[in-house]
């Protein structure tokens, strides 16, 4: 087996990894080697990069780990997660959005010393680079990820006719949905696209330290296991078209996502005995909570049929280079909301709905209690994890509850100003569903994610029986093996969490720079 030697070895090139090893790189006197399972298309210059990763108006269907989730009533569902350098932010909606300063203060009031929102502001200021046009107190004015506010005149029909229901509705305009206030409110949101380019994680900040001396980019690279001897990681174990590779490093960092950190963990005998046991993987750290803590903002999403000539226009628009899936979102309170508040309500246009006829409403749960795991299926790590989501399982059906109500909140909407004039009616689907009983079935059946998984191998204190890394983010019971991504987020932020991914990166390695290899 071929051997090479690094002084940092990091795994997983997405939002986390890209950013975590452009911080690195500010160092001399540090080797590092970034891998990922996926292709890299090299620097956006380069003119490599396949037209559908970077049209931010069109979910990608190519570079997927194929990954299925499975809901608490058994059925499965696809899971999009990217497999390519960039991570998902080559292939997501590029909403750009900040956590609320409460979110990450519960982080720390949770036994994470300098999470807080004051300890986290100057990161903040160092990733993102807004435009001039879309500046405000919650945004990062010096950093690579350029990121721009659309406005209205930007928008599409079928956008800026859901901000004037919403209006109609009661709720005011926000001009940033980063702002903690007002807590309710409906805009448009932040977008990480520059000239009409979805601008990802590898373009802002691996592309500016490619040529680093001491960067090894290491693509098409598939992560089996890390070699663990007492205390220590001593080398990770990899797959190429070459054949089985040994990385040995002084430090390993991964930063695989909320469903690959916890599965090398545990391929590499570092989880809950029983379920290694099962698998016949030798028990090495026994830290119970490795996978657990699965949780996302599971949603829904409800159809409604244009009337024809409102159809007329939403096709013509759909052709514009602004058409994004996504312009503008609502952010609302339903009456179980113990905080700011509990909603995402967003209306989505997609050339499919062009086949369906169908305009699309999605409601999002932003502050879920039920939580899910991640399991393996066996050592070989080709082998896609078990997605146990277990949305709407909360003792107190509060989740279940909110999600109702987000649905009342849409069929309110739907009446409001022109949206009324160009909605002829819901789906067939829903207009069959009458009763709160049957509204419920349905959710359990079609409850899906907002592609926000997070916590599975959560940051705490080592007397949390659920913490798998310190606030350094260093596993506990290893000296020189650190996780740097979602998967660390105790409490999800009651937003996207692709720009959360990017500063747990940044912090980590922050950390790591200012302690000696």
């Known amino acids: ?6 002084d940092v070895v990091v795994i997983g090139a997405g939002s986390a990894g890209c950013t975590l090893v452009n911080v690195l790189c500010q160092s001399e006197r540090l080797s590092v080697c970034l891998v990922e399972a996926g292709p890299d298309y090299g620097p956006f210059d380069s003119g490599h990069w396949p037209e559908d990763l970077l049209d931010p108006r069109f979910d990608p269907m190519s570079h997927d780990w194929d990954y299925q989730a499975y809901r608490a009533e058994g059925s499965g569902f696809i899971d999009p997660r990217a497999k390519v350098v960039g991570g998902c932010s080559s292939h997501n909606d590029c909403a750009a959005l900040w956590g609320l300063p409460d979110d990450y203060d519960s982080w720390a009031r949770a036994g994470n010393p300098g999470w807080g929102f004051e300890d986290l502001k100057p990161l903040i200021q160092r990733i993102e680079g807004v435009s001039p046009d879309s ?11 350029y990121t721009r506010r659309r406005p209205e005149s930007e928008l599409s029909i079928y956008q800026r006719f859901y901000l004037d229901a919403c209006s109609e509705a009661g709720f005011p305009r926000v001009d940033d949905m980063s702002a903690p206030d007002p807590e309710e409110g409906v805009g448009s949101y932040h977008a990480n696209v520059k000239d009409s380019v979805r601008w990802n ?3 802002a900040f691996l592309d500016p330290v490619r040529e680093h001396p001491n960067l090894t980019i290491m693509s098409d690279t598939m992560t089996d296991r890390l070699i663990i001897e007492g205390y220590k990681a001593t080398g990770l174990i990899c797959q190429t078209s070459n054949g089985a590779l040994e990385l040995r490093a002084e430090r390993f960092i991964l930063c695989a996502g909320a469903y690959g950190s916890p599965s090398v963990l545990m391929r590499s005998g570092i989880g809950p005995p029983g379920h290694l046991r099962e698998l016949n993987i030798p028990v090495l750290i026994d830290l119970q909570g490795v996978g657990r803590n699965l949780h996302d903002h599971p949603s829904f999403y409800i159809q409604f049929v244009p009337t024809p000539d409102a159809w007329r226009v939403v096709t013509e628009d759909l052709g514009s280079p602004d ?5 503008v979102m609502l952010r609302a309170k339903s009456p179980f909301c113990q905080g700011p508040f509990d909603l995402h309500i967003m209306p989505a246009q997609v050339n499919r709905t062009l086949e369906s006829r169908t305009l ?3 409601a999002c749960n932003m502050a879920p209690l039920s939580r899910g795991e991640v399991l393996l299926r066996g050592e070989d790590p ?5 997605i146990l989501t277990r949305y709407l399982t909360d003792p107190e059906d509060r989740d279940m509850s909110v999600l109702v109500y987000g649905l009342e909140l849409i069929r309110r909407l739907a009446g409001k100003g022109p949206l009324a004039s160009v909605l002829a009616g819901e789906s067939e689907t829903w207009n069959s569903l009458r009763s709160e009983n049957q509204i419920k079935d349905h959710l359990r059946r079609t409850v899906r994610n907002y592609s926000h998984a997070v916590g599975t191998c959560k940051m705490g204190p080592s007397v949390d029986p659920d913490a798998v890394v310190d606030s350094a983010g260093r596993v506990h019971g290893a000296d020189n093996l650190y996780v740097a991504d979602a998967s660390i987020i105790p409490l999800i ?8 991914a990017m500063l747990i990166g940044m912090k980590v390695a922050d950390q790591l720079l200012a302690s000696p290899v």
């Open 323 to 327: 058409a994004y899936r996504g312009q």
């Open 493 to 500: 932020p009651r937003v996207n969490t692709n720009l959360t």
């Open 382 to 386: 080709g082998l896609p994890p078990r």
């Open 1 to 6: 087996m071929d051997k090479r030697d690094f």
């Open 360 to 362: 699309e409403f999605f």
């Open 201 to 203: 994680a590898a373009f």
């Open 135 to 145: 500046v405000t107190p919650y945004r990062g004015r010096n950093g690579a990820l």
